[in-house]
């Protein structure tokens, strides 16, 4: 006898996909932003790309710990 991992409400997909979508979306449209950012830069000089990568760094490193942060109150939360 298997036994299921998962139980799958009716209603389950339409709802995770209501969550997920947007945040799919939205990250998607930030990779976009940060290419056009490079491809008009390059038609500058190296330098220019240096210092947005340079720029985004600490963004990056805001955005990491964000993440960090949302992660371990969601454990909390779930329980």
């Known amino acids: 006898m298997r036994k299921k991992f ?3 409400e009716p209603g389950f997909l339409p709802s ?3 969550i997920s979508l947007p ?3 939205q990250n998607v449209i930030s990779l976009g932003v940060n290419l056009m950012d490079t491809i008009m830069l390059g038609q500058l000089n ?3 790309i240096t210092a ?3 720029g985004g760094q600490p963004f990056n490193i805001l955005n ?3 993440f ?3 992660s371990g109150a969601s454990v ?3 329980q």
Do not use: E, T
Request: hydrophobic content about 75%; glycine content about 8%.
């Open 23 to 25: 945040i799919a979306l």
């Open 64 to 66: 990491i710990l964000g």
């Open 52 to 54: 947005a990568s340079l």
């Open 68 to 70: 960090g942060f949302a």
């Open 46 to 48: 190296d330098l220019a």
């Open 16 to 18: 995770v996909l209501a």
């Open 6 to 8: 998962f139980y799958w």
């Open 76 to 78: 909390l939360v779930s």
